[in-house]
């Protein structure tokens, strides 16, 4: 009988890694009934009729690797059939994913999390996603459908070849009741200048001016995008803040900020002028080592399939972007006042910064307008 795990265990040293490496005399092989389920499968097929048998269980590992992806492993004949899918599962039909069919890894392995040694094969932190139970429909060597029944996943998805090891998977139902795609252009709201603060204070919540270069992020699939102010791609410019993606995964969302470099604790627009338009990912990278940039997020326009332009209140969405935590070594949300608009600007002035901008706490983000409900005071 064929050793379903060889190629796993070539891979990987037992002495090195924490990963389950079962002995290799214990073969694998089909359970009792699994050949009976490929029967019933293969009949099926073959009278054309999708039928629903029993599966087994799933599990779904966020794998923090040399890049972040998804392994999505179905109990099968013995071991774990595996996937790994860059930028997860798709949530709605109207996009395919990419997944790479990867080697059968043994039945233990549905519980595994934990951190893979740096040099080891698939290095890295893994978690556990997702796991539950599945049900298949079609099981041919080009293409497998299956329905997962998990806590965080559920519904039909079909993993199809497109060549080799590479596949791709696509989500059958719809999506969940409520789920709006994530916009794939937005424009960021902009604020009307004001010569004052204004008088009724306690409406109002205000932010630092930052004189940056205002962005909007695009997070999905653990993966960043840039757009600035007119839809241009600027995610090449700023490589230090693409880990952004990657630390907030699975999030996904649109969050909108600056972009700042700073001399000292102050920013400097003149420092900033020099990472615009590198000519290549190198030129990037050299940019980013000696002026390094920081991400100031401070509002949030789509967060996990639900609109919060319209429905949702600043100091909501405020609440929001807080409860993702988004802080790291370049990219934070620095903190916002609830009234005190004199002490706030006072504040603004001691650092040397351009200003505050006013926003009423009750405002809608109004994509692409200026507006009154927003006010641009200057220091």
């Known amino acids: 009988m064929t050793d379903r795990l060889d190629e796993y265990r070539r891979k990987r040293d037992a002495r090195r890694t924490p990963e389950p490496v079962p002995d290799a005399r214990r073969r694998n092989g089909a ?18 009729a999708r039928r629903t048998e029993a599966g087994g269980r799933f599990v779904i590992q966020q794998h923090h690797a040399r890049s972040l992806h998804w392994d999505v ?15 997860g599962l798709p949530r709605d039909q109207g996009r395919n994913h990419l997944a790479k069919h990867t080697e059968d890894h043994p039945l233990e392995y549905v519980d595994f999390a934990g951190e893979i040694p740096a040099g080891e094969y698939g290095g890295g ?55 709006e795609p994530m916009p794939e252009a937005a424009a960021p709201m902009l604020a009307t200048p004001f010569a004052g603060l204004p008088s ?3 409406d109002w919540g205000y932010e630092m001016a930052w004189g940056g270069h205002r962005v909007l992020a695009y997070v999905s699939g653990g993966r960043l995008r840039l757009a600035d102010g007119d839809g241009t791609d600027v995610t090449r410019w700023y490589p230090e803040v693409r880990p952004l993606g990657p ?45 390094p940039v920081h991400f100031l997020l401070y509002d949030l326009l789509w967060l996990e399939g639900h ?16 409860g993702l935590s ?15 608009g004199t002490f706030a600007l006072d504040a603004a002035r001691a650092q040397d910064l351009p ?21 641009a005071v200057r220091a």
């Open 200 to 202: 009724d204070d306690e």
């Open 307 to 322: 609109s919060t332009v319209e429905l949702v209140r600043y100091a909501e969405r405020r609440e929001l972007l807080d």
């Open 125 to 179: 932190r893994m978690t556990i996603f997702d796991r539950g139970t599945y049900e298949a429909d079609k099981w041919r060597d080009d293409e497998i459908g299956v329905t997962f029944h998990g806590e965080r996943t559920n519904g039909r998805y079909v993993f199809f070849q497109t060549g080799g090891p590479e596949w791709m998977v696509r989500r059958m139902d719809p999506a969940e009741p409520g789920w």
């Open 31 to 48: 359970r009792t009934g699994d050949t009976g389920q490929k029967r019933a499968d293969d009949t099926g097929q073959r009278n054309g």
């Open 247 to 291: 630390a907030l995964a699975p999030v996904e969302a649109v969050l909108d900020g600056e972009i700042v470099a700073f001399a000292g604790s102050r920013p400097d627009p003149d420092l900033l002028a020099r990472r615009a338009a590198p000519k290549d990912p190198a030129a990037a990278r050299r940019a980013a080592e000696r002026a």
């Open 355 to 375: 200003g505050v901008v006013a926003k009423r706490l009750d405002s809608p983000y109004l994509p692409g307008r200026r507006s009154r409900l927003w006010r």
């Open 326 to 340: 988004p802080a790291g070594p370049n990219w934070q949300t620095p903190p916002f006042f609830s009234g005190g």
């Open 73 to 87: 492993r179905l109990e099968r004949d013995g071991v774990l059939v595996s996937f790994a899918v860059p930028r």
